[in-house]
C-alpha cells in the first residue's frame, strides 16, 4: 500500500496539475497568466461555502466551486480581450491580487450544528469537513482526484486533436492570420479564458476539501507562477507538458529533497534555461510530431 | 464581381494608396505590377480588412470596408502573403484544416468531432494537400517545410476554402525559375469561371503566361490598366518601372 507521504505527495501534484493546465490553456492562445491562482482560489472558497454551509454533496460543490471559477475567467477575459503580451500578464496579475485581497475582507459565516462556520475574511475559512464526516480516507480522495485529473486532461487531448484545437493553435500562434482563416479570435480567447478558470476550479475545489481549511495567503503569486511554469518547463505542444513540469517540480525537486534548501533555486534555474535553450518547453511541438511519428511507425511496424 | 471606387490608405501623413478605382470581373486572372512601395500590398490588406481605408469596394453586392477580417474570408474573399505566413508549429494537413473555420454549414460539433465526422470536408483538405504537391509532407510541421514548398501550402490553405476572390501576393517570391514555372502552372490550373484571381508579381513570365489583365500602381496611383502586352509597352509603365531618364543636354 502507499503510505501517508506518497499519498500527500500524489494529492499534491494532482492538484497543483489543474492550476498548470490552467495556465497552459492560456498558453496555447498565445497569452501569459500570472493569475490563475484566483479561480483556484474562488472555487476554493465557492465549494466550500457549498458543501460546509449549504450541506451540498461533495461533487455538486467542486462543480458549482469549477463553474464559479469559469464565471470569473470570464469576467476577466472581456476586459482585457484587447491587451497582449506583457499588458495581459500584468492584468491577470492585478486580477488574483484583487481577488486574494478582496478573500481577506470577506466575510459571510453561518451557524452550523451550534458553531459559526464560513470564510471570515484573512482568519481563513475553517471546517470544510465534508469528507472527513463522510469518512472518506486520503487514499479514497487521491482517487478522486486522480479521477477528475485523468477526465479533464483526456478532455483537453481530445480538443487538441480536433479542429477546434488547431484553431486554438492558430490563435496563438499568428492571432492576425488567424482572423485571415475566419477564426473569431476573440471568442476563442474568451472562451479559452473561461475554461482555463473552471479547470484550475476543479483543483480549487478539491484542495479546499482535502485541507479542510484555506485562507487568502495561499492563493499568492507564487502559486501562479508555479503553475505558469509547470508549462513552460514541461512543454506547450502538448496537455502532458505541464504535467510533466509538475513530475519534475513536485515529484523530483520537493519529494526527493534532492536539493532540499535550494529548490527554488534549481527551479527558478531551470526554468530560465529552458526558456532560452527551449523556449517552447520540453515536449515543445517538433518534439510532439517527432514522438507521434515513432509511435506511429513502431505501430505500423507490429 | 469586384468593385473598387476612390480606395485610399492614409498612414498617419503618408498616403500609400490614392483614389484607386479598379474592376475585377467573374473568372478573370488580374496581374496588379508596380514598382516596390508602390501600394500593390496596401491594395490587397485594404481589401482583406487589415487596413482602415476610405473609399468602396463592393465584392458581390457587400461592402468590404470596414467589416473585419474573419468576416471578408467568410465572404469568399481569400488572400496568401508576400513575406510567408503559415503556422510553423502545426503540420502541413494541420494547416488546412484549421483553415476551413468558419465555412458554410459548418457546425460545433465538425470542430469537436473526431476524425470520421466532417469527412468531406477533411477529404477535401487532403486532397488539395496533394493537388499541391504535399502529399508526402501532410504530418509534417509546417515550419520544416522548404519555401517553396510553403507556398505551396499557402496556397492549398487559401483554396481550400473555394474562394471567389483569390488574392495572390508574389506567390513565387523567392522561388527559382524552375519552381516558378512549376507554381505559374498550379495557379493557371486554379482559375475557373466562378473565381477570380488577383496576383501581384514581379516576374514577367509568371505574369504574362496567366494574367488576361494587367493593373499598374506607382506611388499608390493606378497608371494604366488594360491587356497585359499593350499595358507593358505604355510609356508611363516602362518609365515607373525603369525609372525616367534625366534630360541629356544636347
Not at chain 1, 475567467?73 to 500578464?89: E, H, K
Not at chain 2, 476551413?100 to 473526431?114: E, I, P, T
Not at chain 2, 512549376?182 to 513570365?205: F, N, Q, S, W, Y
Request: a neutral charge; glycine letters at 12%; one cysteine or more.
Amino acid at each position: 500500500m502507499l503510505d501517508d507521504h506518497l499519498i500527500g505527495v500524489l494529492s499534491n501534484m494532482g492538484m497543483i496539475s489543474f492550476i498548470a493546465l490552467s495556465a497552459y490553456l492560456v498558453l496555447v492562445v498565445g497569452e501569459i497568466s500570472f493569475g490563475q491562482q484566483a479561480f483556484f482560489a474562488i472555487s476554493a472558497y465557492a465549494s466550500g461555502i457549498a458543501s460546509a454551509m449549504w450541506g451540498w454533496p461533495f461533487l455538486a460543490a467542486v462543480l458549482w466551486g469549477a463553474a464559479i471559477a469559469g464565471l470569473g475567467g470570464l469576467l476577466l477575459a472581456i476586459p482585457t480581450l484587447r491587451i497582449r503580451g506583457l499588458y495581459f500578464a500584468i492584468a491577470t496579475l492585478a486580477f488574483a491580487e484583487m481577488v486574494r485581497l478582496a478573500l481577506e475582507i470577506f466575510t459571510y459565516q453561518v451557524e452550523v450544528d451550534g458553531e459559526l462556520v464560513g470564510p471570515d475574511g484573512s482568519e481563513g475559512f475553517r471546517d470544510i469537513r465534508y469528507i472527513y464526516e463522510a469518512d472518506i480516507s486520503a487514499g479514497e480522495f487521491l482517487l478522486v482526484i486522480l479521477g477528475l485529473l485523468a477526465v479533464t486532461l483526456a478532455i483537453i487531448l481530445w480538443i487538441e486533436r480536433t479542429r477546434l484545437g488547431a484553431i486554438l493553435r492558430m490563435v496563438g500562434e499568428d492571432p492576425a492570420l488567424a482572423r485571415l482563416q475566419g477564426v473569431n479570435v476573440n471568442l476563442a480567447k474568451i472562451a479559452t479564458v473561461a475554461a482555463a478558470g473552471l479547470v484550475a476550479g476543479i483543483g480549487g475545489a478539491l484542495y479546499a476539501h482535502l485541507n479542510t481549511y484555506v485562507e487568502p495567503k495561499i492563493f499568492n503569486v507564487m502559486l501562479g507562477v508555479h503553475g505558469l511554469a509547470y508549462g513552460l518547463i514541461g512543454g506547450l505542444g502538448t496537455a502532458f507538458g505541464p504535467l510533466l513540469g509538475v513530475a519534475l517540480d513536485i515529484g523530483v525537486l520537493e519529494s526527493t529533497r534532492a536539493f532540499s534548501g535550494y529548490r527554488m533555486i534549481v527551479f527558478g534555474g531551470l526554468v530560465a534555461v529552458l526558456l532560452i535553450v527551449r523556449p517552447r518547453g520540453l515536449l515543445d511541438e517538433a518534439a510532439v510530431y517527432r514522438i507521434r511519428r515513432f509511435l506511429l511507425r513502431k505501430h505500423a511496424g507490429d | 464581381m469586384l468593385a473598387i471606387d476612390g480606395l485610399t490608405v492614409r498612414f498617419g501623413g503618408l498616403t500609400a494608396l490614392e483614389d484607386v478605382s479598379l474592376r475585377a470581373a467573374e473568372g478573370e486572372v488580374l496581374g496588379l505590377i508596380g514598382p516596390n512601395g508602390s501600394g500593390k500590398t496596401t491594395l490587397i490588406n485594404a481589401l482583406t480588412g487589415i487596413y482602415e481605408a476610405t473609399g468602396r469596394v463592393r465584392f458581390r453586392e457587400v461592402d468590404l470596408l470596414g467589416l473585419p477580417p474573419e468576416q471578408i474570408v467568410r465572404l469568399g474573399v481569400v488572400r496568401t502573403f508576400q513575406n510567408l505566413r503559415v503556422f510553423r508549429r502545426m503540420t502541413v494537413l494541420e494547416n488546412v484544416l484549421a483553415a476551413q473555420n468558419g465555412m458554410a454549414g459548418m457546425r460545433f460539433a465538425d470542430l469537436v468531432g473526431g476524425r470520421r465526422r466532417d469527412a468531406a470536408r477533411r477529404e477535401r483538405a487532403q486532397a488539395l494537400v496533394e493537388r499541391v504537391g504535399l502529399g508526402g509532407d501532410a504530418d509534417r510541421l509546417a515550419g520544416e517545410l522548404p519555401l517553396a514548398s510553403q507556398r505551396r501550402l499557402e496556397l492549398a490553405r487559401a483554396l481550400v476554402r473555394d474562394p471567389a476572390l483569390l488574392l495572390l501576393d508574389e506567390p513565387s517570391g523567392g522561388m527559382t525559375p524552375a519552381e516558378t514555372r512549376d507554381m505559374t502552372r498550379l495557379i493557371a490550373a486554379l482559375a475557373c469561371p466562378g473565381r477570380t484571381v488577383i496576383v501581384v508579381e514581379h516576374k514577367m513570365a509568371l505574369i504574362t503566361g496567366l494574367c488576361t489583365r494587367l493593373a499598374v500602381l506607382n506611388f499608390g496611383r493606378l497608371i494604366a490598366e488594360g491587356e497585359p502586352a499593350e499595358v507593358l509597352r505604355r510609356q508611363p509603365v516602362i518609365d515607373a518601372y525603369l525609372g525616367t531618364e534625366a534630360p541629356v543636354d544636347a
